[in-house]
Nanobody
Framework: QVQLVESGGGLVKPGGSLILSCSASGHTFSRYPMAWFRQAPGKEREFVAATSWSGGSTYYADSVKGRFTISRDSAKATVYLQVNSLKPEDTAVYYC?????????????????????WGQGTQVTVSS
C-alpha cells in the first residue's frame, strides 16, 4: 500500500500565505510526477500545479501562476506547494496526487486521470 498525507492548510486572510506539504509513505515517489489539485464546494476538481520526476519542470494553472510555487524534496519523499497572495477564490480542499507512470508529453501533467494515488486533502480557507 501507498499513502499520501497532506498538511499545512488552514484559515488565512486575503493576501496571506501558506506552505502545503504532501508526504509519501509505503512507496518512494521521488522519481515520479506529483501534482496538486483543488476542489471548491459545488465545483469540479481542478488542476493547480505539477512537477516532473526530477523537479526540473513545473506546470501551473493560469489562475495561480506567479502566486503559487511547487517544489519537491526527493530525499524526504515530500512535495510542497507554496501559496502566496491568497484570494477568497483560492478557498478549496487541496489534494496531493502522484503518478507511477512517466508522461510522454508535458500535457499529461494537467490530467487528473494521469495520477494513480491521492491524498485525503487539506482545507485552505481564505477569508477576512
Amino acid at each position: 500500500q501507498v499513502q499520501l498525507v497532506e498538511s499545512g492548510g488552514g484559515l488565512v486572510k486575503p493576501g496571506g500565505s501558506l506552505i502545503l506539504s504532501c508526504s509519501a509513505s509505503g512507496h518512494t515517489f521521488s522519481r515520479y510526477p506529483m501534482a496538486w489539485f483543488r476542489q471548491a464546494p459545488g465545483k469540479e476538481r481542478e488542476f493547480v500545479a505539477a512537477t516532473s520526476w526530477s523537479g526540473g519542470s513545473t506546470y501551473y494553472a493560469d489562475s495561480v501562476k506567479g502566486r503559487f510555487t511547487i517544489s519537491r524534496d526527493s530525499a524526504k519523499a515530500t512535495v510542497y506547494l507554496q501559496v502566496n497572495s491568497l484570494k477568497p477564490e483560492d478557498t478549496a480542499v487541496y489534494y496531493c496526487a502522484a503518478s507511477l507512470i512517466q508522461p510522454v508529453s508535458g500535457s499529461y501533467y494537467f490530467r487528473s486521470e494521469f495520477y494513480n494515488y491521492w491524498g485525503q486533502g487539506t482545507q485552505v480557507t481564505v477569508s477576512s
